[in-house]
């Protein structure tokens, strides 16, 4: 069973950036690219978790309106990686962040952002 792994959290100022990683670990390339859509969703305290970015197999990408224009989400096939650059961070964004790939979740990295 593929195992996903974030990595990158941590606490920033407001305006600052973080890079978030997510890894299919034990996951060999055509099982990586068989889980089909990837994202990044997130839960701040009290509320539900939400979707913050997805990434197609061949690219496409779709943003929450909150974070369009300052997340990007990417992917590394030969890495079997998803990554999310946060730019602009602003306290709203503070939350646990999850990747999910297929039916696999990661177990959170928490993003702090302070004012």
């Known amino acids: 069973q593929v195992r996903v792994v974030e990595s990158g959290g941590g606490s920033v100022q407001a305006g600052g950036s973080l890079r978030l990683s997510c890894v299919a670990s034990r996951a060999i390339l055509s099982t990586f690219i068989g889980l089909g859509d990837k994202g990044w969703y997130r839960q701040a305290p009290g509320k539900q978790r939400e979707l913050v970015a997805t990434?197609?197999?061949?690219?496409?990408?779709t943003y929450a309106h909150s974070v369009k224009g300052r997340f990007t989400i990417s992917k590394d096939n030969s890495r079997k990686t998803v990554y999310l650059q946060m730019n602009s961070l602003a306290p709203e964004d503070t939350a646990v962040y999850y990747c999910?790939?297929?039916?696999?979740w990661g177990q959170g990295t928490q993003v702090t952002v302070s004012s």
């Open positions: 999910n790939m297929g039916h696999s």
């Open positions: 990434i197609t197999n061949d690219g496409t990408t």
